[in-house]
């Protein structure tokens, strides 16, 4: 049986064991008849013209998983940040950990959206906030309302700063042959407050997993929002992150993507404006090899005047790896004044890597500073025989060249801990081990 055949077949049986009587129930049954009439996309599609998921469709994937295999603190310690205290939403296979987690009900709330979906306690922000900046009509984000039920919950209430930053984390132990999951998570940040959040899926084994994410971030008035997705998965994992982002006036939401493994990595990353005077940030690195393939596929939509957006991109591909970048601005006719900078700056190590980029901008206003560019090319070899004329080696170097490369992407990380990781995992990318890889 084909995967979506397998998964229209078993929705009627998600939906008996989530209740069928939900007030979600005509959400999921609109999303569902939406994906059985778009199917996955092909590339068809313009937006997944360089992107193919036919290879990764071929696998037996189990939908649901037959039996709970519990993991040790200490068989995954080194993912986590364990430097600093942090709070902690944790999935093994999908189903929450309740031992690995560290949630909290003070202050601020972090916790399941099992429960936000389901406690009648949570129906009104539910009703306020989830599936309402999603799409509607993208079949994979579709896909995964049909199936929405387990994922994190974060609400700051207003004028409160998060005491310490938040870890997402999703393991994948291999105990089924292929899995797919499905996680949603759904993030709430009042006026005035302030959060830290990262994110991270990690197989602990080589079977073939796929994940089909999607993360709705809500930042109201004056409102900071960081998010960092760490992907440095094994060669087996494949990941379809959607995360849809809506910023209200005066807010600042960054979302700082870090893309170093997994077999095939999509990002699509989506931003709507709905108040003057705020700034959206998107940062990424991205450094592949053998036949990895990730694509960026970002979108920020410009409808309030006085407003800023900043894209950085960086990618460095070897072996036969595959990048795109197809990041979109849209400035409507009401965006005066609006600041848009959008960079996509790559480098080929190798004959055989590919990038595929193509920035766009569609502007409506007639008063903007907007400007895109992309950059492909290889290391220069000037600066290589400068540095190898003053006795450094030629492999350091090199490294020394890409990590200078990456550096204004990782400069923006705010949380030292983490920044020295990311640093760990590119000099370990690179060929110069510092540390331990993660």
Not at 71 to 86: A, C, G, M, P, R
Not at 221 to 245: F, G, M, S
Request: proline residues 3%.
């Amino acid at each position: 049986m084909e995967l979506k055949e397998k998964l229209l077949s078993s929705f009627m049986a998600f939906e008996e064991r989530v209740d069928v009587h939900s007030e979600l129930h005509d959400v999921r049954t609109l999303a569902i008849k939406n994906f059985e009439n778009k199917g996955f996309p092909t590339k068809k599609e313009e937006s997944w013209k360089y992107t193919s998921l036919s290879a990764i469709l071929k696998n037996d994937f189990t939908v649901f998983p037959k039996t709970e295999n519990a993991i040790q603190y200490s068989d995954v310690k080194k993912y986590f940040l364990h430097e600093i205290d942090t709070y902690k939403v944790v999935f093994v296979d999908g189903v929450f950990s309740s031992h690995l987690s560290s949630t909290t009900h003070e202050g601020v709330d972090v916790c399941l959206m099992s429960s936000a979906l389901n406690k009648p306690k949570y129906k009104m922000v539910i009703d306020s906030y989830f599936n309402q900046i999603a799409s509607k009509d993208e079949s994979l984000t579709s896909l995964n309302t049909a199936f929405a039920n387990e994922g994190a919950y974060i609400n700051i209430p207003k004028s409160k700063v998060a005491d310490k930053p938040i870890e997402i984390m999703y393991f994948s132990t291999g105990n089924e042959t292929a899995l797919l999951v499905q996680p949603r998570n759904l993030v709430i940040v009042g006026e005035n407050s302030h959060v830290q959040i990262i994110e991270r899926h990690q197989s602990l084994n080589n079977n073939p997993v796929l994940t089909n994410s999607v993360t709705e971030i809500f930042a109201q008035k004056r409102a900071i929002v960081d998010y960092y997705k760490i992907q440095n998965d094994n060669l087996e994992a494949n990941l379809i992150d959607n995360t849809y982002v809506s910023q209200k006036q005066e807010s600042h939401v960054s979302v700082h993507t870090f893309s170093f493994g997994g077999n095939l990595t999509r990002n699509n990353l989506n931003f709507y404006h709905f108040g003057e005077r705020l700034t959206s940030t998107l940062n990424g690195i991205t450094i592949i090899g053998d036949k990895q393939h990730v694509d960026h596929y970002t979108l920020v939509n410009h409808a309030s005047p006085n407003c800023e957006s900043f894209q950085d991109y960086k990618g460095i591909f070897t072996d036969r790896s595959t990048g795109v970048f197809n990041g979109k601005v849209y400035v409507e006719k009401e965006a005066q004044k609006t600041n848009a900078f959008q960079k996509s700056n790559n480098i080929l190590l190798s004959d055989k890597a590919t990038i595929n980029a193509k920035p766009q901008l569609e502007i409506f206003a007639d008063d903007v500073k907007c400007s895109h560019g992309c950059t492909v090319g290889q290391l220069d070899e000037t600066a290589m025989f400068y540095m190898q004329q003053r006795g450094i080696p030629k492999k350091e170097a090199k490294a020394l060249l890409m990590y200078a490369f990456s550096n204004s992407v990782i400069e923006n990380i705010k949380i030292p801990e983490l920044k020295q990781r990311i640093t760990t995992i590119i000099a370990n990318k690179l060929g110069v081990k510092i540390g331990f890889d993660l």
